[in-house]
């Protein structure tokens, strides 16, 4: 236990807990985004329905819910931990500071905080909007009548669209870099690292933002 | 060529410092920018004041005492060389030339330009060695190594040292310079005995200095004079879970 | 003063051996009692400290620099030469013995550059335990290149950065035993005096080069490892720290000064280009494996290289010296350029460069080739000139490189100074009137690694030690006349630079010290250097404080050693009236225009005692005697 502190608390170790608990909530993505593409069955949501009631009665998904919750508590407090290091490694800035190429957009840090920080806001709405109402409360509506309803809000269905496009630029960096902090990405695996992380930063983004904008303007 | 100098003052440890705009003329473009900055040094002399004080020596690139923020970039904005190696002839004639010593929390500024880089050698001494003794080793053909082992040693081993790698990084990270020797020591069978304590003692030391994070931005590759490889970065990180999962 | 070189009898194979045995040694338990001073940290001293702290000493080592891997011994890139054989091409020990007394045109003592060959085995072993990436062949064995002035491939390299591999090894080893307290490092100090207490060195005073404080140190013995002092002709290929402080400043405690004229011109350097020239750069030696020099046939030729045909080119090395072609030591290569431009065949802009073309190779052998065996040096001088060698020749000319010359030191390596002992560049050393490529690495590790550390035991184990404390007045003084130097040098405030007075003294160092020597000229240069001294020393301007990090006083105080050390440099030159490796009096060359000996008059090694300031030194000769390798007129062709 003692060694497993320690190995947290230096700065290899709080890093690879980030790309770690990143990586598994990239997983959990793929769940909700299978799920979600439900929506389309042209059934009037049953399906999607009947999917969503079996995912909040079910004790093995109730239970991994829970890892996943500690998952996003590690994300973020590792995150935040190593931000606040990070600034604090550099008292006094530059007068002018240029980052190389080198270093997309994506990747610089106030890039990273912002988007960090945007998708943490849009997941406690988010929690709010939907997961609150369907596992807790009494009596709620059917899921695919409550989300067809907020997708169909301009300023939610907005709102959720440009959470999801900070989401993928979050991954964009955040998905190579995991590979990268577990020693993972080697000339070798590149192409296959970089292959995946489209899927993770592109094609599924995309996917949560066809939601919204389906109710709002295609149907 | 004619320049004007905006250069980071400071009289020491504990001087708040500040910028100081410097004119130089009829600068050739063949000079280096050092050599420039020799011109501006023995022109203030001959006003009687205090030139600037920067670190350098080899002035060919190889030996890592020289190092400056150059219009925002570490060495300057030339790829793949030291700040030593900087021809005038890369900047346009007229401008303006922003000079900042590299700023780190870990590298206090001493004067100047100057700073104090004996973190580095903190995180040497805690374990970037073989700890081999003089004599008693065997002749130096018993280990074959494979050729693109050696040569991938070789590209970490070269490393100079000089800080760009933090200077430049948006955290102050010293990953790249720590993984570069813990990398070498790690592709070679020489280094295969301490493998496990060396990378462990390597980063508990390169965090204790106050160093950043690395945040995988790769800026410090960019500006590395020797062009050292962030893959040496995931192997540093590959070693750090090897030595906790199998040490 | 009877010099005594303290060289053991006995066959040449032996020497080393037997001496070895008679020394005596200090108990495992006592060495912890003792203490040395290492001044200087590049290949010799870090290797020196690393092996004393090894073995259980207290060091205590003294840099200017911040740390120790930046000494210039970083900057060497070509190789360390040992006779392995691994190339099946005839190689031993006893060969390379041979080509370094010859290369050295017999002005090296002969059981010194035996030890050396003996041991240089043993640091190509130590080097790979370290993790030095030496370059491998496909079967994973190491690979060899060849260098001047032999006919073997002996020379083991890391691309072209040697030097920085082998100063990283023993950095990484001295690194390991100041983490371990055995050695205490003290970075940013240059040492500015030696300390004699009862005619023993016991001590030295440094200045902390960042608050400018003088500090004082006691000790034992005190190792000077300081390398040479080839910047006193302002422009060389040495760091621009590079100083002669060290050994001048014991030199005028008593140590004697062996051979001071012998200076390296190293033939393929990149040409000056203009005032504004802070240092030259060397390219390579190596690169005369793959590379042809030549020069137009006709003079004043002002096409561009490219443009001018195969039979117009006058590959003047290949030309001279059938056998050895581009691959000929040093000197000769050196000397042979300046004719050619002396002759007005010369090129480039200043019409002072020859060229060194790697048409043939790329064509025989493809660009990739020549791209991974000298991709770096190629980049480095297309950042300098903004030329592309891989589609030009590149232009070369000599500059000074190295100093043979250096504090005088007997089998030992200890100077005439009881415990003041000297290695690597700054002793006179093993290579005579001209250093062979890819020797200097191979010098300062075996002094470092093999040989310093049994004799120095020898002389602790033999010698009564009273105690001594750095308040004692032999400290006080010595740093009472330092605080006086100066303050001297901070009141005077003159009108010029302390860069001025040095080019000037490059200048005229350059001109009549260097590489063709007369005595007209030398005689010129006794007048004109103390001269520009008595000017430097009323007209210098240095600014800034005495007590802050303040780089103008540094040069100064090395720029005033200088002044001095130039003049003993000329007034050896003068008294050796023979040409000899390095040293080229015009007065003495074949009619073939290469270096003429007088080994009657001249075979010993010229060790200056220092008598006063402005006193004319004396010279203590020590007879060298060649047993085995026989001298002869040097024949490269």
Known sequence: ?219 | MNFTLKIWRQKNRTDEGRFVEYTVKDISPDASLLEMLDVLNNDIVRKGEDPVAFDHDCREGICGSCGLVIDGRSHGPNRGIATCELRMRSFRDGNTIVVEPWRAKAFPIIKDLVVDRSAFERIMQAGGYVSTKTGGVPDANAIPIPKPVAEEAMDAAACIGCGACVAACPNGSAMLFVSAKVSQLALLPQGQVERTERVQRMVARMDAEGFGNCSNNYACEAECPKKISVEHIARLNREFIRAKVAG | MKLESKIPAGPIEKKWDDHRFNLKLVNPANKRKYTIIVVGTGLAGASAAASFGELGYNVLAFSYHESPRRAHSIAAQGGINAPKNYANDGDSIYRLFYDTVKGGDYRAREANVYRLAQVSNSIIDQCVAQGVPFARDYAGYLDNRSFGGAQVSRTFYARSQTGQQLLLGAYSALSRQIGEGQVKFFSRREMVDLVLVDGMARGIVVRNLVTGELESYAADAVVLATGGYGNVFYLSTNAKACNATAVWRAYKKGALFGNPCFTQIHPTCIPVGGDYQSKLTLMSESLRNDGRIWVPKKQGDTRKATDIPEEERDYYLERLYPSFGNLVPRDVASRRAKEMCDKGHGVGPSKMAVYLDFADAIRRNGKAWIEEKYGNLFDMYHEITAEDPYKTPMRIYPAVHYTMGGLWVDYNLMSNIPGLYVIGEANFSDHGANRLGASALMQGLADGYFIIPYTIGDYLASTKFKPVKTDDPPFRESTKTINDMVNKLMSIQGTRTVDDFHKDLGKIMWEYVGMGRSEKGLKKALKFIPELRKEFWSDVKVTGKENDLNAELEKAGRVADYLELGELMALDALNRSESCGGHFREEHQTEEGEAKRNDKKFSYVAAWEFKGENKKPALQKEALEFEYVKPSQRSYK
């Open chain 1, 1 to 219: 236990m003692k060694s497993l502190v320690k190995f947290f608390q230096s700065s290899v170790g709080k890093k690879i807990a980030m790309s770690l608990s990143g990586l598994f909530l990239c997983t959990f993505l793929i769940v909700h985004v299978s799920i979600n593409l439900l929506l389309f069955v042209n059934d009037g949501g049953a399906m999607y329905n009947e999917y969503s009631a079996f995912m909040s009665s079910n004790v093995i998904i109730r239970t991994i819910e829970i890892v996943l919750f500690l998952g996003i508590v590690i994300h973020m407090i590792s995150g935040v931990w190593v931000w606040l290091k990070n600034r604090a490694s550099r008292p006094i800035g530059y007068d002018t500071y240029k980052l190389s190429d080198n270093a997309p957009l994506s990747s610089r840090t106030p890039m990273l905080t912002t988007s960090a920080a945007l998708v943490g806001f849009f997941l406690v709405s988010h929690l709010i909007t939907f997961w609150i109402p369907t596992r807790f409360g009494a009596e709620h509506k059917l899921p695919y009548v409550m989300v067809s309803e907020a997708f169909s809000d301009p300023t939610l269905g907005i709102f959720y669209i440009i959470a999801v496009a900070f989401l993928g630029f979050h991954l964009k960096h955040g998905f190579q870099a995991s590979f990268q902090t577990l020693g993972l990405k080697t000339k070798r695996y590149l192409w296959l690292i970089q292959s995946l992380a489209v899927i993770f930063w592109l094609l599924i983004p995309l996917a949560f933002a066809a939601m919204p904008a389906y109710f709002l303007w295609f149907r």
